[in-house]
């Protein structure tokens, strides 16, 4: 079924190229606008296998890659992570002073209060244990009253 390989050397292989011709559409009938292919018309290349086959097609050109954008120097998430640790330690320290003055002002109103407790007790102790023989004010005698039927009987 398949035909017999023929055996060429190397420098026999033959390549023909063939040039397809375009075919142009008939005159006086209006056809629709179509995008042309650019350029030229690519070649059409024929490869004899050594097996005997022909295979015929059109050149493939490689993809071309995309050009890679410059990478900056450092990694954007880096940089994020630098960022983010340096708010974090402004936030602490911001903290650590914070504590640093409610812990002061607590020590302050303590010292306040024992100042004004040791001035007031004080004064109090001044006052009943003064040494004057003297004393100023009204002396008021208590004694039993007694309450028959809503009037009082003193």
Same mark, same amino acid.
């Given at each position: 079924?398949h035909?017999? *390989? ?10 023909e190229?063939?040039?397809p011709t *375009? ?5 006086g009938?209006?056809? !629709?606008l179509? !995008?042309?292919? /650019? ?6 290349? $024929?490869?004899?296998? *050594?097996d =005997? ?10 993809? #071309? /890659?995309? *050009? ?5 120097p450092? $990694?954007?998430?880096? %940089? &994020?992570?630098?960022? =983010?640790?340096?708010? @974090?330690?402004? %936030?602490? =320290? =911001? ?22 407790? %040791? ?7 001044v006052q %009943? @244990? $003064?040494? $004057?023989?003297?004393?100023?004010? &009204?002396?008021?005698n208590?004694r ?5 039927? &809503? #009037?009082?009987?003193?």
């Amino acid at each position: 079924m398949h035909p017999e *390989p023929a055996h060429h050397a190397p420098a026999e292989r033959a390549v023909e190229v063939h040039h397809p011709t *375009p075919i142009t559409p008939a005159v006086g009938v209006p056809t !629709p606008l179509v !995008p042309v292919q /650019p350029g030229t018309v690519p070649a059409v290349a $024929s490869i004899v296998l *050594p097996d =005997g086959r022909v295979v015929t097609g059109y050149a493939i050109e490689p993809a #071309k /890659p995309e *050009p890679v954008q410059a990478k900056p120097p450092v $990694s954007r998430a880096a %940089v &994020n992570v630098a960022l =983010g640790g340096v708010g @974090f330690l402004a %936030v602490c =320290g =911001g903290l650590l002073l914070l504590t640093t003055f409610i812990t002061a002002l607590t020590a302050l109103i303590t010292q306040l209060i024992t100042l004004a407790a %040791v001035i007031f007790g004080g004064w109090i102790a001044v006052q %009943v @244990f $003064s040494a $004057s023989g003297h004393k100023i004010g &009204n002396t008021v005698n208590i004694r039993k009253a007694v309450i028959k039927r &809503n #009037k009082f009987y003193g």
